[in-house]
């Protein structure tokens, strides 16, 4: 187990280097960068000043020199004009566009943004695996026909639509600001009880909206896992011993319909950041998924790199995780490798 | 005396999309305390819906419109399904184990869990108090280390160990009444006759009734006390065993007797099909046959790497299989019988050249002389697919669902090149072989039953004139009704083609009735090979003794020893000398007779020396 583990956080290791090259290249493959871009139109605009500060500011990050020179340093394994300073070394790098450090940019919309995603997360489970069960257990009943088409009207409602209608009666029925987490008089205050229940409160409607769509897949797939594990010979086993409906259910085929949704999570972290994207703009939420957005487009190199790098190792942790609590749950996998 | 399950009258319906279906129409029967009612019938019968039925866990679809089911002074088609009162018989008074022990078992769990189960719905037993009862119906039932298999789960056991698992299961509450639905149907011959032989003692020690549904009338010559025969959800014949089976009053019965290969079938002895199919086997096209054996594997072995589960541990190896060697004369029958885990499905593998041998050679002989199967390449490897083909041994499973019977068939002659013309005109003239029709060529698998679908899969291996076919226990995933069908099938056809065979089985009555020539292998060896006359007058070998005991046979003159079946029989260390293998030891095979041989270990050769 512990080699498992081991061996596993080598190949991750090695995956996140592979992902580091392609993650930059990509970046650099438009032709220019944020400021030669930047300096050209200053050019145009007769600005001297800001032009040398440009200038300075290439010969600090090293973008006068080749791409992968300027990879190793922004990387970590060569020194730059500072010396050894990039992603190892925990310097994430210096925004353009904000013209200032990507930490203190990306700071807190980073854990909004886990925040927000991971209630929508919690609302996805607590209320899809229930109506699942029901409506597998009382198939083609009224009240799986109801829960069927509901969550059709789920799947096919556009986020970014529902999101303006929700707000709009969040305000007018609640008084809740529209857009943002919280009311826009605590932006840069610190956290204190006042800022969390306006927090909490702004959570409500981005919860429901990022959720619904998932919700609806999450039941349609679980009854159909359900289905196929209910006509399994060992639930009949199961009843056959005399166990309670529910009960046999849940220790069973409930628990055998599970592995895909734990195989699952390794594309469920990465999706918290950047599946949210849309509804993120039409509601303002200050999270990750629009600074990357403008980062691309603006070619702000280090910021995308960084977000880019922060999906990505987001997702190999969630498919450690997943592989872990699968071997914990399937004793079929963990003893295939003893 | 007063039956301990009386069943009047009973009715049950599916509904489905054509409107109600009756499965059972108005059966009634008795089981008594402490004797076995055997339930014989076909698939669709209605044997095992009479069994959900008492245990008031049918399909959703499935409903009891009529009738009572009287036990112990309850009538449970009156109590709700999954109301407390019958959920207390269930498990309980009632107890119920299941063909497949695989699937019946949930992989998840250990089966000290599962079984434990049982106990703590009923009696509300500690977790503790369970694992010291579930640790003893183990040891009960026969389990060599109970205290080990509490932890292990279902699928790190041996078939007949999951089945003793089941029984463990169902047994641990001491019900009144044991309903078994074809617990024997997917093991091997011998741990058949072991897990029939416990049932028998379980019975005996405990007294409780047993209610046996099989397809298989030498499960019933030895196993029941009362007989009732089921045909279309109808009771056609009950009774005592003796009156039942010595003078079968109904039609249905006589036939079924006749429909399953015995041992006592005098030479050239035909098997009736219940149902016989009209095939029209065009008239033999004699082909040009080879002067020496059609196939010959020369010493072949395999060895199979076990993946290590950390890196600096040592893969482990297992052998499958050991210096084999086989001679298929052409238009013969060679039988290859052995049981699960023999290595006789990879003998086969290796024949197809779906695995390299790690040693030896595979000839085969196409008339052109004999050349080794895994030297051959390009043009030659093409050729020689078309001479071989495969016949398996899961009808359902072996056809693709999507694709048609006329695109099943015509698959093998596109990847071959035979014209589009020719292709629709064969495949035509395949279905009329096998005893189609020609309409069922626009439809798709699953509109036809077992049977219907073997024929199709021989159609699909006949498409290409091969001369040799392997046939990978072909009919022991059919219903018994239609076994005979196929096994006549097959044999016309060899007579008409001049087709050679190689049948793998574990069914030495299917063997006895198809082969000229039988190997028989244990643990990757084979460890007896002789004409099929000689294998069953003079069987030699203890382990081909053990197999031929363990097959029980429909006539009641022939009983099951019981007491000779150990499990003894599978480990080359305890056969009895001049047959005793140390480890990894080859022996020698020394001649019984004329082209019967057995193998002798090598201390017995040292003492002769």
């Known amino acids: ?338 | 005396m007063t039956p301990l399950l009386s069943i009047r009258d009973l009715r049950v319906a599916f509904r489905t999309e054509t409107g109600p279906f009756e499965a059972l129409h108005g059966l009634s029967l008795d089981v008594m305390r402490g004797r076995t009612l055997a339930l014989v019938g076909e698939s669709g019968s209605g044997k095992s819906v009479t069994a959900q039925a008492v245990l008031r866990i049918l399909p959703r679809s499935a409903a009891i419109t009529g009738g009572r089911i009287l036990f112990e002074g309850q009538d449970l088609a009156a109590l709700p399904p999954d109301g407390p009162a019958m959920r207390a018989v269930r498990g309980d008074r009632i107890a119920m184990i299941f063909q497949e022990p695989m699937t019946c078992l949930s992989p998840l769990h250990t089966i000290g869990d599962q079984i434990g189960e049982a106990l703590r719905v009923h009696t509300g037993a500690s977790a503790r108090e369970a694992a010291a009862r579930t640790q003893e119906a183990l040891a009960h039932v026969g389990f060599p280390d109970p205290e080990r298999a509490l932890r292990t789960y279902p699928f790190e056991l041996s078939g007949g160990l999951r089945q003793r698992a089941m029984i463990a299961m169902a047994i641990i509450l001491k019900p009144a009444l044991l309903i078994a639905d074809e617990p024997t149907t997917a093991l091997d011959v011998t741990t058949q006759a072991q897990i029939l032989a416990l049932l028998a003692r379980l019975q005996e020690e405990d007294g409780m009734g047993i209610l046996l549904i099989t397809h298989d009338l030498g499960v019933v010559a030895n196993m029941a006390h009362d007989v009732a025969v089921l045909y279309r959800g109808r009771l056609v014949e009950a009774g005592p065993r003796e009156a039942v089976m010595r003078a079968p009053g109904h039609a249905y019965l006589r036939a079924l007797l006749h429909a399953v290969p015995r041992f006592d079938m005098g030479p050239g002895e035909r098997l009736t099909p219940i149902r016989p199919a009209r095939a029209a086997i065009p008239e033999a096209r004699p082909p040009t046959r080879a002067a020496g054996p059609i196939l010959r594997v020369e010493g072949v072995s395999k060895t199979f790497t076990l993946r290590a589960g950390r890196v600096w541990e040592k893969p482990r190896l297992v052998r499958a299989v050991s210096d084999v060697s086989l001679c298929l004369e052409p238009g013969r029958t060679l039988g290859l019988v052995g049981e699960s885990g023999s290595g006789k499905t990879t003998v086969s593998k290796m024949i197809m050249r779906a695995l390299k041998p790690d040693a030896g050679r595979v000839l085969f002989d196409a008339g052109s002389g004999p050349r080794d199967v895994h030297a051959l390449a390009d043009a030659d490897l093409f050729a020689y697919r078309r001479q071989v083909q495969f016949v398996f041994q899961d009808p359902y499973a072996s056809l693709d669902p999507r694709l048609s019977v006329r695109q099943i068939l015509a698959e093998p002659m596109e990847i071959h090149g035979v014209p589009a013309p020719e292709r629709r005109a064969r495949a035509r003239e395949l279905l009329a072989m096998v005893g189609l029709e020609a309409d069922a060529l626009s439809r798709f698998p699953h509109a036809f039953s077992g049977g219907q679908r073997q024929r199709i899969g021989i159609a699909r291996a006949l498409a290409l004139e091969p001369r040799l076919l392997v046939l990978d226990e072909p009919v022991s995933a059919l219903d018994v009704s239609v076994q005979a069908q196929v096994l006549n099938l097959l044999k016309d056809l060899q007579a008409a083609l001049g087709l050679s065979y190689l049948i793998v089985s574990h069914n030495l009555a299917v063997i006895d009735y198809m082969a000229d020539t039988i190997s028989v292998m244990a643990r990757g060896r084979i460890v007896e090979e002789a004409p099929r006359a000689a294998l069953f007058r003079n069987p030699a070998h203890p382990y081909t003794r053990a197999l031929l005991a363990a097959v029980p046979d429909p006539s009641l003159d022939h009983p099951l020893d019981f007491a000779a079946v150990t499990g003894d029989h599978s480990d080359p260390a305890r056969w009895p000398e001049p047959y005793r293998l140390g480890l990894d030891e080859a022996g020698t095979m020394v001649a019984v007779e004329d082209g019967h041989r057995v193998r002798h270990g090598a201390a017995s050769g040292r003492r002769a020396a």
């Open chain 1, 1 to 338: 187990m512990t080699g498992l583990v081991l061996r596993r956080l080598v190949t991750m290791a090695l995956t996140l280097l592979l992902i580091s090259a392609l993650v930059f290249f990509v970046i650099k493959l438009p032709p220019g960068d944020y400021l030669s871009n930047r300096i050209a139109e200053l050019r145009a605009g007769g600005e001297a000043a800001s032009v040398a500060k440009a200038e300075l500011l290439i010969r600090q990050y090293g973008l006068d020199r080749p791409v992968w020179q300027q990879y190793l340093m922004w990387v970590g394994l060569m020194p730059g004009p500072a010396g050894f300073a990039g992603l190892l070394q925990g310097d994430w790098g210096w925004s353009f566009e904000y013209d200032r450090p990507v930490a203190e940019v990306v700071g807190d919309a980073l854990w909004l943004t886990l925040v927000v995603n991971v209630a929508a997360l919690v609302f996805v489970h607590a209320v899809a695996i229930p109506i699942a069960i029901y409506s597998a257990t009382h198939r083609h009943s009224a009240g799986d026909a109801v829960v069927t088409v509901l969550g059709y009207v789920g799947l096919a409602v556009p986020g970014f639509l529902l999101a303006l209608i929700l707000l709009f009666y969040a305000n007018r029925w609640f008084g809740l600001s529209i857009g943002g987490l919280y009311d826009a008089g605590f932006t840069g205050k610190p956290w204190d009880g006042a800022k969390v229940r306006s927090l909490l409160a702004h959570l409500v409607v981005p919860t429901l909206v990022i959720g619904l769509g998932g919700t609806a897949a999450m039941i349609r797939r679980m009854r159909a896992n359900l289905l196929d594990e209910l006509a399994k010979p060992y639930t009949v086993t199961a009843r056959a011993k005399g166990l309670p409906p529910m009960r046999a259910l849940l220790k069973y085929p409930f628990r055998m319909s599970l592995n895909p949704f734990v195989a699952d999570i390794g594309n469920l972290l990465p999706h918290l950041v950047s599946g949210s994207v849309l509804v993120s703009l039409v509601m303002s939420l200050p999270t990750v998924g629009p600074l990357l957005l403008d980062a691309l487009r603006t070619q702000d190199q280090f910021m995308a790199g960084f977000i880019l790098m922060f999906v990505a190792a987001l997702t190999l942790v969630g498919m450690l995780i997943s592989d872990l609590v699968l071997v914990w749950l399937d004793p079929r996998i963990r003893l295939g490798l003893r």
